[in-house]
């Protein structure tokens, strides 16, 4: 059975849960001289992350464990595990999920059509607007180069 986090009083008022188990709700414990919040030997436990959490399961999820991949060397690694892509760019994550489309491998934390799907949007949106831009300044150099011969042959 978990542990339960009680709320600060909970054995004192009946409101904050006192043999009223629907009103057992945790609430952070706040206020300048609260003693739980300054987490003090001596009185009830606050809910904090990975409390109490079975240190073996740590890195796994399903009893596989879990690798976090940061480039496109370390999918060369992987053979059964869950691969979580860790803190990379677009570039690099783009070649890492195309990568891992062809090893077949799985990505816990990216969709990876999606992602794929929008990344290519992008980019064929990113050339468009290159493209325009490359032909607004030809257009824009012809002109000008235009009226300065001009105002030289007239002098």
């Not at 609430?27 to 300048?32: E, F, I, N, S, V």
């Not at 803190?87 to 062809?102: C, M, P, R």
């Not at 831009?133 to 300065?148: D, H, R």
Request: aromatic share 4%; no cysteine.
């Amino acid at each position: 059975m978990p542990k339960q986090f009680l709320r600060r009083d909970s054995a004192r008022h009946s409101k904050l849960g006192h043999l009223r188990k629907k009103l057992k709700k945790w609430k952070r414990p706040t206020g300048r001289d609260n003693k739980m919040r300054e987490k003090r030997r001596g009185y009830p436990k606050v809910v904090s992350i990975g409390y109490s959490r079975d240190k073996s399961l740590r890195g796994t999820i399903d009893g596989k464990k879990t690798i976090v991949v940061m480039n496109i060397k370390d999918l060369d690694k992987v053979k059964d595990e869950l691969v979580i892509i860790g803190a990379v760019g677009n570039k690099k994550k783009i070649e890492i999920l195309k990568k891992a489309k062809e090893m077949k491998i799985k990505i816990r934390n990216v969709n990876e059509k999606k992602f794929l799907k929008k990344a290519t949007k992008k980019k064929i949106a990113e050339t468009k607007k290159g493209e325009t831009k490359k032909e607004e300044k030809k257009e824009t150099k012809s002109t000008e180069i235009k009226p300065k011969e001009k105002e030289k042959k007239e002098w």
